[in-house]
């Protein structure tokens, strides 16, 4: 498929996705929500990449869903039509972790696809904001429980509320991005997270993620137990076996995926 709205590149075993349209701060229209579910999916398939990166501009990583396109959207549009949030979902079905690297803008829709990632690298110009309250709705992907569960009740009410932004830092302190760095290296950092991923066993990697993301959807007996069966499921894997024998040989394991 010829893409348009999104540039998409591997670098070794990482899949890098670029959303791209610059002269409306990559907002997320339903041609670019395609292609990005599109671009996933093929990542997910391909045997030859171990880790995903959704990146945007140094400006912008998404400054929401576009506002233009949804103005005249009717109840029925919405509802019926499911026309602005149909193609959101897709990223909650790729098995392989996705890394959000996210410089300047990500605003309503896209600080929650931002959040829809694994985790979110971000620069130090990095700006987070729920702010639908302006334009007189709510967020709608996820924004209202993704951001109590990631950052607190307390200032989840705060962005949502008031419509204000969370700069890198204040996001780093809540719990909502795991590292900053200054904004030239953005790019750099998030490959590098992504090569070390793509460095562990595919398998193991794919449980991890599968594990996390149950702690989101469980209680912590339930959530424990899974991880239990997941880590017994491990003892089945090749790569264990070479895993614990590099250990103990005192060298770099050769994980084969199986
Ligand atoms: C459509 C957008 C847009 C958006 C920016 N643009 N954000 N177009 N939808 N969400 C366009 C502008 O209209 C403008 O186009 C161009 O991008 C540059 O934007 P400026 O406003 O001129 O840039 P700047 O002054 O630097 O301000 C940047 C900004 C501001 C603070 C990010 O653009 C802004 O507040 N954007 C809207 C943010 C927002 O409300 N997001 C939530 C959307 S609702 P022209 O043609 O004039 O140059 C949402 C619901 C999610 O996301 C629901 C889930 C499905």
Redesign the pocket.
């Given at each position: 498929m010829e893409f348009e709205c999104i540039l998409v590149e591997t670098k070794e075993k990482v899949g890098l996705i670029t959303l791209n349209r610059p002269?409306?701060?990559n907002?997320?229209?339903d041609q670019v929500m395609n292609e990005l579910g599109v671009a996933l999916k093929a990542f997910d398939q391909n045997d030859a990449i171990q880790c995903i990166v959704i990146t945007g501009s140094q400006?912008?990583f998404?400054?929401?869903?576009?506002?233009?396109?949804?103005a005249n959207y009717t109840f029925m549009d919405a509802y019926k039509g499911d026309y602005?949030?149909r193609n959101?979902e897709t990223i909650r079905q790729i098995r392989k972790p996705v890394i959000a690297a996210v410089a300047?803008?990500a605003?309503?829709?896209?600080?929650?696809l931002a959040m829809m990632c694994d985790f979110i690298i971000a620069a130090d110009n990095a700006?987070f904001?729920?702010?639908?309250v302006?334009?007189g709705?709510?967020?709608?992907?996820?924004?209202t429980q993704r951001l109590p569960r990631a950052i607190s009740k307390a200032k989840a009410m705060d962005m949502c509320l008031t419509?204000r932004m969370m700069d890198a830092e204040e996001a780093e302190r809540a719990g909502l991005v795991s590292r900053i760095v200054p904004v030239d290296m953005l790019l750099e950092e998030a490959l590098s997270a992504a090569n070390t991923i793509a460095s562990m066993s595919l398998p193991i990697i794919m449980m991890i993620k599968e594990s996390v993301n149950r702690a989101y959807e469980t209680t912590l007996s339930e959530g424990v137990h899974f991880e239990r069966r997941l880590f017994h499921s491990s003892f089945g894997t090749e790569d264990q076996k070479e895993g614990m024998k590099a250990f103990l040989e005192k060298r770099t394991p050769e994980f084969k995926n199986q």
């Open positions: 002269k409306a701060l907002a997320l229209n400006k912008a998404a400054a929401g869903a576009d506002i233009a396109a949804m602005i949030t959101w300047g803008y605003l309503g829709g896209g600080c929650e700006k904001g729920q702010p639908e302006k334009l709705t709510l967020p709608g992907a996820g924004g419509a």
